[in-house]
């Protein structure tokens, strides 16, 4: 008979060795706790195959952008929650990192959504009782894991539209301009190529009028 309290045992051990491993930035210690053939797949969809090529990918991490920062964590609560659902034909099936530009952080940015546009439609995905606050009030309340559904939600980026287009038309002009400029140099954006006409007319008004908005209708 498996016992199941020493394999739980073992489970939070290896876990706390990875978080161990983690906060002193140990890649060699960290990629120690993998097997030989393990295929470490990264937030971005990139794999490190063995434990050799995971250890290079964290020593990147923990001597580059998390140098410095990578030490120190505690213990950090977290919870598994129903994935987000996508609609294919007359089907639905789970969100794809692979296959999904949605599933991407990027993808948001680089079509110019408000970044308080999406969490508000994401917040209330996850707690239903946020969507029908106003955004601003959504925004400031407190997420709860008992209120998340076991049933995955579908993301509708044709409601998350509507939802960013009625936020917009709340915003000062100015606040319009200064979030277009900043999209408009963003590396996701960029990466697209050249920014659309009719934004580059609108951006050309911060050079035309030192009031920047005061044309802006």
């Not at 030989?36 to 090529?53: C, E, I, L, P, T």
């Amino acid at each position: 008979m498996v016992d199941e309290s020493a394999e739980r045992r073992a489970i939070l051990e290896l876990g706390q060795a990875l978080q161990d491993a983690w906060d002193r930035g140990d890649a060699a210690g960290y990629a120690s706790l993998f097997t030989d053939d393990a295929d470490f797949v990264a937030w971005n969809g990139s794999h490190g195959r063995g434990r050799q090529a995971i250890e290079d990918g964290h020593r990147r991490l923990f001597d580059g952008p998390l140098a410095g920062y990578a030490a120190g964590f505690g213990r950090i609560p977290y919870a598994h929650i129903a994935p987000l659902m996508k609609q294919d034909g007359a089907a639905r099936r789970k969100l794809s990192k692979r296959k999904d530009p949605e599933a991407n952080v990027e993808f948001y940015i680089t079509a110019g959504y408000p970044a308080d546009g999406v969490l508000y439609y994401l917040r209330g995905l996850a707690n239903g009782r946020l969507a029908e606050m106003p955004i601003e009030q959504a925004l400031r309340e407190p997420l709860r894991l008992e209120e998340c559904s076991v049933a995955g939600p579908l993301v509708d980026l044709v409601k998350l539209e509507g939802i960013t287009a009625d936020l917009i038309a709340t915003m000062k002009s100015e606040d319009i301009l200064e979030q277009l400029l900043t999209w408009g140099e963003s590396p996701a954006r960029r990466a697209v190529g050249p920014i659309p006409r009719y934004c580059r007319k609108f951006t050309s008004w911060r050079v035309v009028s030192s009031g920047a908005s005061s044309g802006m209708k």
